[in-house]
């Protein structure tokens, strides 16, 4: 068995299947010039040199590769962090042609129950290939979506079939991953990526399809990103066939994000306007612009951390933030907690002049 160790980094012909919820694992090998192909897809990474981050990762495994001793891995992060794209261009290293009837990847998020690793998992897991020596390959994308059954009996696969199968187990949240999966992979954690690294990939995307925008809109793309060049793909892709130019305004507007001058107004409004004026400026504002208040609390958290408050009153915001923010989770109306809110900055009003 191979011994678990934990990597942290700072920064589709179809698989012979019974299911037909599997991804297509070589989609990336698509014509790229197809109009109606996804970006994410166009400009997926086919090979470990091609992609843009994980530089730890990808050296570890290609060692791996290169000494023949694949152990099942594990791989956990943020989405839109390559986990997904790193496997595939493992696939394609490993089996080339082969790959369809070598390797077989399911979404878990899809097939959570016991049924897929009795029936699906296990019947590949234990046939032969004809012609064909080496490991197989099972990818389970989506894991942490698995029912705690399903991973018992996962658990139990990959001990059986260790010899002839090689498992990947992708997930969001290796916590929902149980400890007896856990520590049977070698374990990989997908850190977002660098803004250097989306900027470069960014520009080449930009390059080629001749898309027509500015500094701001490239800063405020890479801004929302968070780390995920999934996001940056979608969004850009989807500016771009709704705008000629795009620009900071125009991208904010395709994500229904609030922008930073937004935020600014809201601000301003719930620290120096009446009660009554700035709940109905703000409320006209969503209204307008489609904005939702989780989105808006999430924006106002930095923008309060970066104002000379007194400790006291930034402390009584933050709380109060968190508070509205958890209100919200568990349903309740953004009327009533938009209310709560101005209210909250009226009162840190009142303590900063105390």
């Given at each position: ?153 996962l658990r ?13 187990i992708i997930?969001?949240?290796?916590s929902k ?178």
């Amino acid at each position: 068995m191979v011994e678990a160790m934990d990597i942290d980094t700072s920064p589709k012909k179809q698989a012979t299947s019974s299911s037909d919820k599997g991804k297509e694992a070589d989609i990336a090998m698509l014509d790229s010039s197809s109009k109606n192909l996804p970006w994410v897809e166009k400009y997926r990474p086919a090979s470990l040199d091609e992609l843009v981050s994980q530089s730890d990762i990808v050296d570890t495994l290609q060692r791996f590769i290169d000494d023949g001793k694949l152990p099942h891995l594990l791989f956990y992060g943020p989405p839109g962090t390559g986990k997904t794209t790193t496997i595939l261009a493992i696939a394609r290293k490993l089996y080339g042609k082969n790959l369809g009837s070598m390797a077989l990847e399911l979404n878990a998020s899809d097939d959570r129950g016991i049924d897929v690793i009795r029936d699906q998992i296990k019947t590949f897991a234990s046939t032969r290939t004809v012609f064909s020596t080496g490991l197989k390959l099972v990818i389970l994308d989506e894991a942490d979506a698995m029912t705690t059954p399903a991973q018992s009996a996962l658990r139990r696969v990959i001990e059986k079939y260790t010899k002839n199968v090689r498992f990947c187990i992708i997930c969001n949240y290796v916590s929902k991953i149980i400890p007896a999966v856990q520590s049977r992979c070698t374990r990989f954690r997908f850190s977002p990526l660098k803004l250097t690294d989306i900027n470069g990939r960014l520009d080449m995307i930009v390059e080629r399809e001749g898309i027509n925008i500015s500094k701001d809109g490239k800063n405020a793309l890479i801004k929302l990103s968070n780390g995920d060049m999934r996001r940056v793909l979608n969004v850009l892709q989807a500016c771009h066939a709704a705008y000629p130019r795009i620009d900071n305004d125009e991208v904010y507007a395709c994500t229904g994000q609030p922008s930073p001058d937004d935020i600014k107004r809201i601000v301003d409004w719930m620290l120096n306007d009446e009660f009554h004026i700035a709940l109905s400026n703000i409320t006209a504002l969503k209204r307008d612009k489609g904005l939702a208040l989780q989105d808006i609390i999430s924006e106002l958290t930095p923008y309060v951390n970066n104002i000379d408050f007194p400790p006291a009153t930034r402390i009584h915001l933050l709380e109060k933030l968190a508070e509205t923010e958890y209100n919200m989770s568990v349903g309740s109306t953004e009327k009533i907690q938009l209310s709560a809110l101005v209210g909250a900055f009226k009162i840190g009003v009142e303590i900063a002049g105390n």
